[in-house]
C-alpha cells in the first residue's frame, strides 16, 4: 500500500515525477509546442538609401546598414543563398529634401520604389513588405500630417498613407505595412488598393499594436526619422495600456488587415499572447525592434551570455507567446546558423 491507497504503485511519488521524461532533443521539441524557428519565421528589415553606391553602417546598431540600391543585390543574394524569404524594406532619404506631405515617400525618386521592381526582378521568390509612414519623409519627422498647432489632420494623413502604399504595391510588392498608428488607415488602404483593382495582389500587414517605446531609439538614427519636436506618445500606445492594445487590433481587424503585428517584442510578450488568442484567425508577426537589437547585441559582446543561446531563447519566446513570423535584425546570422546546422534549440 502506498499513500494513495493504490497497491500496484509502488513508488509513492509515481504521480508527482511529471517532468523528468525529455532527456533527448526530439522529445524536448515534442515538448515545445510550436516554437520552431526556420527560415519561413523570419522576415529581415532592410534600409534602402537614396545614394545607390552608399553602403552605411548604422552607430547605433552595429552589424546593420543602410544599402544604395546598387549594394543591395549583393547582400541579398548571399541571403537568399542562405534561405532568407522575406524583407521589410524601409526608405532612407539623405539627398532628397522633407516637407510637410511627405512627397518623397513616394516619388519616382524614393529608393524604395526604384528598389521594388529591381528585387522582384532579381529575387523572384522572395516576399517584399514595404513599411508605410510618413516619419522619414515629413520635415517635422511625425508619422501624419499636422495642423500648425501640432494636432494631426486625420482624413489627409489616412489619404496620404493610402497613397503612399498604393505607390509601392503599384511598383510590385507584396505586402504593404503601416507603421504610422494613425486611426482608420488599414481602411484608407484598402479601399485605395481595391479601387486600383491591387487588392488580391497585395497583402495589408498591419503594425496594429505598436507601443511608444524606447527602445525605437536606434531605429530613428537609422532611418533618420527622429521627430523634430516633441514625441509620439499621442499616438503610440501607452506601454502599460493592454486595453488599447485589445482595441487597436479590433479596429484594425474590422477594417481588413490581413496580418496583424505586435511591437516591440521582449517587453510585450502578454501583449503578444493576447493577441493571438483573441485573433487566432490571422497571422501574427511580432518585431524585436532596433532596441532590441542593440540590447542583445551589446551584452553578448560583453560576454554576458553566448549571442546564438541567448537569441534561441528569445525567438522560441516569441513563438510560444503566439507569433508566427518575427522580424529581427538577427536574421542573417540566425539564417547562417541554420543553415550550417548551429541552430539548435532543443539541444
Ligand atoms: C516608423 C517606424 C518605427 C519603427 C518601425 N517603423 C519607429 C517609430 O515609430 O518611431 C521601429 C523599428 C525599430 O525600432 O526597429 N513609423
Ligand atoms: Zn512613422
Redesign the pocket.
Known amino acids: 500500500m502506498n499513500s494513495f491507497g493504490n497497491g500496484d504503485i509502488d513508488h509513492p511519488d509515481a504521480a508527482r515525477v511529471i517532468h523528468s521524461g525529455y532527456f533527448h532533443p526530439l522529445l524536448r521539441k515534442w515538448n515545445s509546442g510550436n516554437t520552431e524557428i526556420t527560415p519561413s519565421h523570419l522576415m529581415y528589415?532592410v534600409f534602402v538609401v537614396d545614394n545607390d553606391d552608399a553602403l552605411e553602417e548604422i552607430a547605433s546598431m552595429p552589424g546593420v546598414y543602410r544599402y544604395g540600391l546598387n549594394k543591395l543585390k549583393e547582400e541579398l543574394k548571399r541571403l537568399v543563398a542562405l534561405g532568407l524569404k522575406s524583407i521589410l524594406v524601409?526608405g532612407v532619404i539623405e539627398k532628397l529634401p522633407k516637407d510637410a506631405t511627405g512627397t518623397n515617400a513616394d516619388s519616382p525618386d524614393n529608393p524604395v520604389v526604384k528598389a521594388i521592381p529591381l528585387l522582384r526582378q532579381h529575387f523572384p521568390d522572395l516576399i517584399i513588405a514595404c513599411?508605410v509612414?510618413l516619419?522619414?519623409y515629413t520635415e517635422h519627422g511625425h508619422?501624419g500630417i499636422l495642423n500648425k498647432d501640432g494636432s494631426f489632420i486625420n482624413e489627409a494623413s489616412i489619404y496620404r498613407l493610402g497613397q503612399i502604399a498604393l505607390s509601392y504595391a503599384k511598383a510590385g510588392c507584396h505586402v504593404v505595412a503601416p507603421?504610422?498608428m494613425m486611426d482608420g488607415r488599414v481602411g484608407a488602404i484598402k479601399q485605395l488598393l481595391t479601387q486600383a483593382g491591387l487588392v488580391s495582389r497585395v497583402c495589408v500587414l498591419s503594425?496594429a499594436v505598436?507601443f511608444s517605446s524606447t527602445?525605437?531609439g536606434?531605429?530613428?538614427d537609422a532611418?533618420k526619422?527622429a521627430p523634430a519636436h516633441g514625441d509620439?506618445k499621442a499616438y503610440?500606445l501607452p506601454p502599460g495600456s493592454s486595453g488599447l492594445a485589445t482595441r487597436a487590433a479590433l479596429r484594425d481587424v474590422a477594417e481588413g488587415c490581413d496580418m496583424l503585428m505586435v511591437?516591440?517584442g521582449l517587453a510585450y510578450l502578454d501583449i503578444v499572447h493576447k493577441t493571438k488568442l483573441a485573433h487566432p484567425a490571422h497571422p501574427l508577426f511580432v518585431?524585436q525592434?532596433?532596441?532590441e537589437?542593440a540590447m542583445i547585441y551589446h551584452a553578448a559582446k560583453a560576454g554576458s551570455f553566448d549571442l546564438r543561446v541567448a537569441l534561441q531563447e528569445t525567438l522560441t519566446s516569441f513563438r510560444r507567446a503566439g507569433a508566427d513570423c518575427i522580424v529581427s535584425?538577427f536574421t542573417p546570422q540566425i539564417l547562417q546558423w541554420i543553415s550550417s546546422g548551429e541552430w539548435q534549440q532543443y539541444k
Open positions: 528589415p524601409f513599411d509612414c516619419c522619414a508619422c507603421s504610422d503594425y505598436k527602445f525605437y536606434p531605429f530613428r532611418a526619422s509620439r503610440q511591437k516591440p518585431y525592434v532596433s532596441g537589437y535584425y
